[in-house]
């Protein structure tokens, strides 16, 4: 099937080579941070943690978003998931494939990465998160792939995909809890030690993936001739809806918790990101862009009529994902680092050498998705009209 | 007999072969000299029995295995003390016992590293002893 | 960079030679390939089962004081000054009481305390949250309670700078070799590399010789030169005996965050002298 991503149209390889241009300054780029080492990037003594690994944390999101479109349809026999569960299997793909991108080029010593299983260490978290993500990027590999080319022949995939299928669904889980897990349990880190904090990744998970495969299905439908369909869209829109509301419903109860008891290290990183702490608030437009994004996609989501209108549904999910992708891919790590250890404040802000890194892992993303989008629409345009149950 | 895409299979097996024997090709007529290490410094000098921690042959072969369990060692066990085969004893350190005999890194170490085209990262933390440039 | 790729070539090799029935390949990757008949500590070396540190500010009695006690430190692990915060590397520094106790402020405490600067560094903690979250054992807990840190096994993931709840790491964001003079290098000592994280180790390497920590030791020396009694104490908190035991037995004492319950190892000495 890999020939399909070989021939295309003129629009297809301006996109590819596109996308090439930026993975090549983002590659240059981290080559230069290879040899000079971090400190080209924003990062500091204080906030050990930037960008890189901000974007690491949404994208697991993404990744673990499969799942929305693979229990309806295995375990409830939602059918109408049939034609687009591929899309959302290949996603997780290029998602998780950003996330191991990321962790990598935010290792200070990346050659010796194997350390990690050379010496597996069980009690690190980051141990596990590696376990958990290099397995989910299998099993999504492996299960799109056989049960996309079962589709193309017309055969049912083989026996032992429906396994995979089933643990896929747990370990979509594992993989949010486990990077959960790896702020969670940091002692002295108030905004981040917190029980409810896999809870509110998962909903800000199960919102912000869906939202960005409502988006892709749309552009799929208007670039080639295999259409993801109404009703299913329709779909991923209630889950997106209600895993924001939980998601909204979480981060009050974190408010809550910080401002009544009013407990300082509760509220430190809040103020620092909402409104400024000691004078320090480089945050906080970014954040109530943020709020604001998450206020307007809310009503626009919530209300029936205007959410089966397909451009105000597109445009809740360009919101509510821009929304996420601020408080999950910067705010979250950031405000874990601000006030530091001694209640001081150091600011964090990305370098554009840094941004150029990041952006060259979202295009490389954005190929392998690319990639392997066209393998799936291709089959599927060849197989219109032909509905195989798996 | 016809071979399909004749044309493409010769070109690949031409350009497979360039590029296998490239490395050979390429060193034709260089005079690959063999490494002689020097140990003529001071300090080894000054010794009355010329011998390492280890015998010649086991330093040349292992001395990479042995400086990486002297690291675990020192480090990870706090074990400092080295007792080689003939019950004597040494401190473990690449520093301050190493290259206190061996002073002349460049024309020691770097002799046969550059021949092997080799390049520990041991000198980006551990300081290499003061020597001139030659 | 070698010594990543001769592992690599090893697994290489040895798959291969696998195929071909080789055991005398297992043989020699099997553990201990040296003639050494055996490996032990130093007898000098001291040894305790849970090192500790009890720190009197109020015996500090000048800039000065405690400048001799930072740079001791300072010069013999060949720590780099990049004369910015963000690329800072600290094993000890000052701080004032407000920012070295964030969860103990007190606007009516005793103006000496308030003013003086309190040292800080690694609490060598009894449970400590960096060793529980390295994920590749580069930083660890010895027997006698130091955590340790091996420089050549960190890949820089920095976990261990967010676990920890004292600031006590830093990351070498640049090649420390930049922001150290040549002729300021102890030769006796290692620099660390690019991407790798560091913080006091307790000076290992002098309690591997019979020396205390560099700090304690300049510290004390201040104190004979002057006669008087000395900022900083060393020993086994296991031991009743001991200088540090003595020490806290007789004078009140805190530590930082003790209610994360990591157990910090370094106790400070607040008010209330000996006579009071």
């Known amino acids: ?390 | 007999m016809k071979i399909y895409d004749g044309g493409k299979i010769i070109v690949g097996l031409i350009v497979f072969v360039g590029l296998f024997t490239f490395p050979f090709v390429y060193n034709i007529g260089k005079a690959n000299v063999m490494p002689e290490p020097k140990i003529n410094t001071p300090a080894i000098n000054e010794l009355t029995e010329k011998k390492c921690v280890e015998s010649k042959q086991f330093m040349r072969a292992e001395h990479m295995q042995l400086l990486n369990q002297w690291r675990d060692w020192a480090v990870r066990k706090g074990e400092r003390v080295y007792v080689n085969s003939e019950g004597k004893p040494y401190t473990i350190s690449l520093q301050n016992t190493c290259m206190h005999c061996h002073s002349n890194k460049k024309e020691f170490c770097d002799q046969c590293h550059n021949y092997m085209a080799v390049n520990p990262y041991c000198w980006n933390c551990h300081i290499a002893p003061k020597e001139k440039e030659s | 960079m070698s010594m990543n790729r001769r592992q690599f070539l090893k697994i290489a090799g040895m798959s291969t030679v696998l195929g071909l029935g080789g055991v005398p390949v297992i043989n020699l990757l099997k553990g201990d390939k040296s003639e050494a008949s055996h490996v032990f500590v130093n007898e000098k070396a001291l040894t305790a089962k849970r090192w500790g540190m009890a720190i009197d500010v109020s015996k500090f009695r000048t800039d000065d004081d405690y400048k001799k006690v930072i740079h001791a430190c300072n010069s013999i692990h060949n720590i780099p000054d990049f004369g910015n915060s963000k690329d800072q590397i600290k094993w000890i520094w000052t701080d004032t009481y407000e920012h070295t106790f964030p969860t103990q402020p007190n606007e009516f405490i005793e103006e000496s305390v308030k003013e003086k600067p309190f040292v800080l560094l690694c609490n060598h903690c009894e449970n400590p949250p960096c060793v529980r979250v390295c994920p590749t054992k580069a930083t660890f807990k010895r027997k006698d309670g130091i955590v340790m840190m091996d420089q050549h096994r960190c890949i820089g993931c920095r976990f261990c700078m967010a676990a920890c709840p004292f600031g006590a790491r830093s990351f070498n964001y640049k090649d420390p070799r930049l922001g150290l003079k040549p002729e300021d290098e102890n030769t006796q000592y290692p620099t660390r590399t690019i991407g790798v994280v560091e913080k006091c180790t307790f000076c290992a390497e002098r309690l591997s010789k019979g020396l205390i920590p560099a700090c304690v030791e300049a510290s004390q020396q201040i104190a004979k030169d002057a006669g008087t009694e000395a900022a900083m104490y060393f020993g086994d908190l296991d031991d009743p005996s001991s200088d540090v035991r003595k020490v806290l037995a007789g004078r009140y004492s805190i530590r930082r965050k003790p209610e994360l319950g990591t157990g910090p190892s370094v106790f400070y000495i607040i008010g209330g002298d000996k006579n009071a």
């Not at chain 1, 960005?212 to 670039?223: A, E, F, G, P, Q």
């Not at chain 1, 109530?288 to 451009?311: D, Y």
């Not at chain 1, 840094?354 to 060849?382: D, M, P």
């Open chain 1, 1 to 390: 099937m890999l020939e399909k991503a070989l021939q295309g149209s003129r629009k297809y390889w301006t996109w590819i080579f596109f996308l090439l241009l930026i993975v090549g300054n983002g590659f240059i780029n981290y080559l230069y941070q290879f040899k000079h080492g971090l400190g080209i990037t924003g990062m500091s003594r204080d906030v050990s943690w930037g960008l890189y690994i901000g974007q690491f944390t949404f994208l697991v999101g993404v990744a673990a978003s499969a799942v929305m479109l693979v229990i309806p349809h295995y375990l409830h026999d939602f059918k109408k998931f049939g034609k687009i569960v591929i899309l959302g299997e290949f996603l997780a793909v290029a998602a998780v494939t950003m996330c191991v991108t990321f962790i990598f080029v935010d290792l200070g010593q990346p050659m010796r990465v194997l350390n990690v299983i050379l010496h597996p260490t069980p009690n690190s978290i980051l141990f596990w998160d590696a376990v958990v993500l290099n397995g989910y990027l299998g099993l999504n590999i492996v299960i799109g792939w056989m049960t996309l080319s079962a589709d193309r022949k017309g055969i049912k995939p083989p026996a032992w995909v429906k396994p995979l299928i089933y643990v896929s669904i747990p370990w979509a889980f594992s993989i949010h809890t486990v990077t959960a897990f790896l702020y969670a349990g940091l002692p002295g880190r108030h905004f981040w030690l917190s029980a409810i904090m896999a809870a509110r990744f998962l909903a800000s998970a199960f919102a912000g993936g869906p939202a960005l495969l409502i988006i892709l299905s749309l552009i799929v439908r208007k670039l080639t001739k295999f259409d993801p369909g109404k009703e299913p869209i329709q779909a991923v829109g209630k889950i997106v809806t209600y895993a924001m509301i939980a998601n909204v419903f979480l981060l009050g109860l974190e408010f809550f918790t910080a401002f009544y008891s009013q407990i300082p290290g509760e509220m430190n990183s809040f103020k620092y990101l909402y409104v400024g702490f000691e004078g320090h608030d480089k945050l906080v437009p970014l954040m109530w862009t943020s709020s604001i994004l998450a206020i307007v996609s809310l009503p626009l989501l919530i209300v029936p009529s205007w959410r089966k209108k397909e451009g105000v549904l597109a445009t809740a999910c360009v919101a509510l994902f821009i929304s996420l992708w601020i408080d999950k891919g910067f705010g979250l790590v950031i405000g874990g680092f601000v006030p530091n250890p001694f209640e001081g404040v150091t600011e964090y802000w990305p370098t554009l050498r840094e941004a150029s890194i990041a952006l060259g892992v979202w295009a490389l993303g954005f190929l392998v998705l690319t990639l392997l989008y066209k393998i799936a629409i291709t089959v599927r345009e060849q197989t219109a009209g032909i509905e195989i149950e798996h």
